[in-house]
């Protein structure tokens, strides 16, 4: 009942958003491939995770509330023995038994007087605060893998389908670079020369044929989708996120925290620790040739219990030097979360400026192609001139795709450092 409950969490958020106003409905292709992403089973791992922490969380709140229990035994002894427990009455008339059966329950109240209670339900409460950190980390991992092998097979399919129509242009030059070799009004050169252009086009369409096949592999195992995808521009988020501390840092924040509270534990197990204890039993005794015996006894006290532990003691100053690590390395993460940041918004504006002049590179290439086509075929350009700017064209097409990818991987990255919400994350890419 508790395995679909992270993707109920977060399907109710969506429709949160929904009727706040945010573009979650007319989803794109790339929306609905990432909502199905967030019921990846290692996303439903963490989801699992976490409802442990919070069951562990709860289960050391419980015990502020003590526990007890019931028992029952049955003794059979080689002769009658004494049964209960001594007592000034039962000196007068004292019962024996050669079978006896007691019952009885037994209840610990602890007494949090040295906080050792409190320190192990603060520890449980930073492993929830760890888990719930670990499972956005994941799924927002899956996500940006989803959303950067979709626009690599986004950019790869469009770049076989500017080779294919390339391909079909040279054909036809060829077949009439051919015929005209047949009637000596081309050399043999140029025939030479197309078809070796043509050659190279089936290499480099075999190469991204294969690309392809291992993009359609990464996105179907993000996100469970087979097959191509449509040919439409995925659209770039801006960049501006929200300057916070970034999900390493907060994860590194929760692991030092439950370092600490771990340490803290440990040496409050140290001291001592105070109980009320009540316990209730029931004796029954049951003999041959005379009555039945069946005295009741209770008891209420308290309990104090000092721990006299060397390992323990070891245990608590590793656990405080585990802590000190912790502290640490979340100054490393710090910087170097800093650092991929700063890279990625590079890589992102580098990109975004890259896209904006190859459109119209490719646009002023396909010009150029058209008119250097038509001039050959006159006799007023050379094959090789034509050829050239085949390739040029193909170069600022592959390029523009690569440049639309990196800028979408690019913010998509730095969305899993900020650790943006799973809903927010998606709406980014709606339509």
Known sequence: MSAGLGLRTRLA??????LAGLPVAHASELGELLQQTLTHPSIEARAQDTLAAREALAAQTSRYFGGGGAYADVQRYDEARFTGVLTSASLASPPFARDQYRYGVSYMLPIDVFGAVAAARSRAKQDLAVAELAERQTSLLKLHQATSAYVELQALQRRLGALRVQHERLALTAERVRREVEIQQSSQLDQHLIESELARLRADEARLQAAVGAAEAALKEASGHEGTIRDADTPIPTWPLTREATLPERSADAHGAAA???????????????????????????????????????SVGARLSIPLDAAAVRQARAASAQAEVAAQERLAVAREAERQLNSLRASYDS??????????????????????????RVGLKSLEDVLHNERDLQDATA????????????????????????EQYIASFQR
């Open 351 to 376: 990109a975004m400026a890259d896209a904006e002049a190859l459109q119209q590179e490719v646009e002023y290439r396909e010009d150029v192609v058209h008119t250097q086509s038509e001039l050959q």
């Open 13 to 18: 958020a969506a429709l949160a958003l929904a």
């Open 399 to 422: 390029r523009l795709a690569t440049a639309r990818a990196q800028a979408v991987a690019a913010w998509s990255a730095a969305a899993v450092l900020r650790g943006i919400g799973d």
């Open 260 to 298: 600490e509270a771990q340490a803290r534990e440990a040496w409050r197990r140290l001291w001592p620790s105070l109980s009320a204890v009540a316990d209730y039993t029931h004796f029954d005794g049951r003999y041959d040739g005379g009555a039945r015996a069946e005295p009741d006894t209770w």
